[in-house]
């Protein structure tokens, strides 16, 4: 059972960054796309950055251009780099991991960002 652990997430004045780890807690494939997602109260989990075989990615509207997912095969990490950050980004954030062999899906517990006004 592969676990996830994110760190980085804090309280940061709007306008402001922050970084986002997630570390798996054995080797994995780079075939396996990895992701971020948000979950703010009241409202549903979404996506907002995924990083697929290749490294080719994809981002929510509400944050191309602000945010950037990396990864590190080596580590068997991958990173959220959160910049211009608005109370909008306020939210939970979870770091996702499909296996393309099982279709099955890993999730870390979560880290909490707030952003202030």
């Known amino acids: 059972q592969v676990r996830l652990v994110e760190s980085g997430g804090g309280l940061v004045q709007a306008g402001g960054s922050l970084r986002l780890s997630c570390a798996a807690s054995?080797?994995?494939?780079?075939?396996?796309?990895m992701g971020w997602y948000r979950q703010a109260p009241g409202k549903q989990r979404e996506l907002v950055a995924r990083?697929?075989?290749?490294?080719?990615?994809n981002y929510a509207d509400s944050v191309k251009g602000r945010f950037t997912i990396s990864r590190d095969n080596a580590k068997n990490s991958v990173y959220l780099q959160m910049n211009s950050l608005k109370p909008e980004d306020t939210a939970v954030y979870y770091c996702?991991?499909?296996?393309?062999?099982?279709?099955?899906?890993?999730w870390g517990q979560g880290t909490q960002v707030t952003v202030s006004s």
């Open positions: 990083i697929i075989s290749g490294g080719s990615t």
């Open positions: 054995e080797s994995i494939s780079s075939r396996n796309p």
């Open positions: 996702n991991l499909l296996s393309v062999l099982t279709y099955r899906e890993y």
